[in-house]
């Protein structure tokens, strides 16, 4: 016999109720308790994401202040002065958000995310698995466009990275006209599959086959799967575990990106830095 249960407690994070069941959590945005959040740029560019409370708190880079008396009878393009540095205070939207984000694990660019949305096709209304969570960057992407009709599934097996990766969400959620439903699975997703149809699977994991063998069933007719993977043996793993997965490979490879900028006597040429590859990519779908 099998026993479950479900309560409701406040999550850590501000912002949030949290529903646990068995090994699955429930994160869902209370908007009567939601906190407010702004994005500070400095002159140079440098963004921070600051909770606006009425106490005493360090900011790294900004030092002790108080947000919510620096910022009252400010609006978004007005400048405030912390410290020595005059601030500017940005629309809190996702390119931001994503400038400002708490890290720890490596992200998703955005080069590759807007790929993985366009290819997936997802949008309003959709179910979307993603595998790992990590820091959170791809998972701002995919409820952006998922909107409040959506519903995000998310799964990570390191709590140090879970915990950073839902603080990200958290502020979205606060800045978002609208937020998805988003459930949150603690473990190997493979061992956590959720009992749902899904519209659309992005894997970004050191082994992706037990995860695509394990999730691939849970796509609907027509459905995709993408596959973040770092090198071309994991590509060629991704690839192989699709097929046997009953999936058509559609398109795998890798996406270049190079930035050009002005020169001093005119003219445009590339910025120096090293040339934009991330990672290989692969998409599948159940035909």
Known sequence: MVFEHALYL??????YLRQNHANRSWYIPSRTTMADYSVLMEKEGRIHVVEVVDEMVKHKGLGVINTATLLAKSNIGDEVLVGQKYLTIMPTRLPELISGMARRAQTISAKDAGFFI???????????????????????????????????????????????GLTNLQRASACFSGFPKHT????????????????????????????????????????????YAPTTSQLEACWKACEDAGLTVEWAGELMERQWGLTSKGGMRPVNGPFGHTAFLLIAQKR
């Open 10 to 15: 406040s999550h850590p994070l501000r912002g």
């Open 118 to 164: 366009t290819k997936l096709g997802i949008g309003a209304g959709d179910t979307v698995l993603e595998a790992g969570l990590g820091s959170g960057g791809l998972s701002m992407h995919l409820a952006r466009v998922l909107g409040e009709t959506g519903h995000l599934i998310t799964a990570e097996p390191r709590d140090e990275h879970a915990s950073i």
């Open 184 to 227: 949150h699975l603690e473990g190997m997703v493979e061992d956590v599959v959720p009992e749902e149809e899904i519209d659309a699977i992005v894997l970004d994991m050191p082994v992706h086959p037990p995860a695509i063998s394990a999730c691939a069933p849970t796509l609907v007719f027509g459905g995709r799967i993408a596959c």
